[in-house]
Structures are given as structure tokens and as C-alpha cells.
């Protein structure tokens, strides 16, 4: 077995990737995974926001959503998910795993 490749966390964050997760899946649950960044530029995972019991689940306030860096990062996931598409599909016959049906 090859030896599992780790991403670096705060690649991870400014790539996007924290923000669309958030953003397109656990927002909409009332959830919310937390990063946080150090003064010496090391990041952690923190937790996980729990607001399920908010009705209207959780959004990234205008101060956030209505600027550049924000529309840049999901362009930016968005190019991501694309660029295996297509070799995706024509190895596996899909882009997203689907859920074996029984």
C-alpha cells in the first residue's frame, strides 16, 4: 500500500476547499467546520460548529460572501472538480461515486 499524501491545512483553506465544504454541505445542515491559523501561519482543525437546531442552518455573512476572495475561491473549487472530470468518467464511468444501490 502506498503511503497516504497529506495536504498542507492552510493550502487547504486558501485554495477554497474549507469555504466551499462549509459553504455547499455543512451550512446547509446548521453545520460549520472551523480552522484556525496562528500568528506563525500553522493551521489546525478546531471543531465543528453545531447550529442544527437552527431552522435556517448557518451562511457566510455579506462582509464575507459579497467579496472578491470569496467568488475567487469557488471559482477556484469549481476548476478543480472539473479538471478530473474527465478522466474520471472515462476510468470509472462517473465523476461523483455514486451510492450502490442493494
Same mark, same amino acid.
Given at each position: 500500500?502506498s503511503k497516504?499524501?497529506?495536504m498542507d491545512l492552510?493550502?487547504?483553506?486558501?485554495?477554497?476547499?474549507?469555504q !466551499?465544504?462549509n459553504?455547499?454541505?455543512?451550512h446547509?445542515m446548521g453545520l460549520?467546520?472551523?480552522?484556525?491559523?496562528?500568528?506563525?501561519?500553522?493551521?489546525h482543525?478546531?471543531?465543528?460548529?453545531?447550529?442544527?437546531?437552527?431552522d435556517?442552518?448557518?451562511?457566510?455573512?455579506e462582509?464575507?460572501?459579497?467579496g472578491?476572495k470569496?467568488k !475567487?475561491?469557488?471559482?477556484k473549487?469549481k476548476e478543480m472538480?472539473e479538471?478530473?472530470?474527465?478522466k474520471r !468518467?472515462?476510468?470509472f464511468?462517473w465523476h461523483?461515486?455514486?451510492?450502490e444501490e442493494?
Amino acid at each position: 500500500m502506498s503511503k497516504i499524501k497529506y495536504m498542507d491545512l492552510k493550502e487547504f483553506m486558501e485554495l477554497g476547499l474549507l469555504q !466551499e465544504i462549509n459553504r455547499q454541505i455543512l451550512h446547509p445542515m446548521g453545520l460549520a467546520l472551523e480552522m484556525c491559523e496562528e500568528d506563525n501561519g500553522d493551521c489546525h482543525l478546531s471543531g465543528v460548529w453545531d447550529y442544527r437546531d437552527d431552522d435556517e442552518g448557518m451562511y457566510f455573512g455579506e462582509d464575507i460572501s459579497k467579496g472578491e476572495k470569496f467568488k !475567487e475561491k469557488a471559482k477556484k473549487v469549481k476548476e478543480m472538480l472539473e479538471e478530473k472530470r474527465e478522466k474520471r !468518467e472515462e476510468k470509472f464511468g462517473w465523476h461523483i461515486q455514486p451510492i450502490e444501490e442493494k
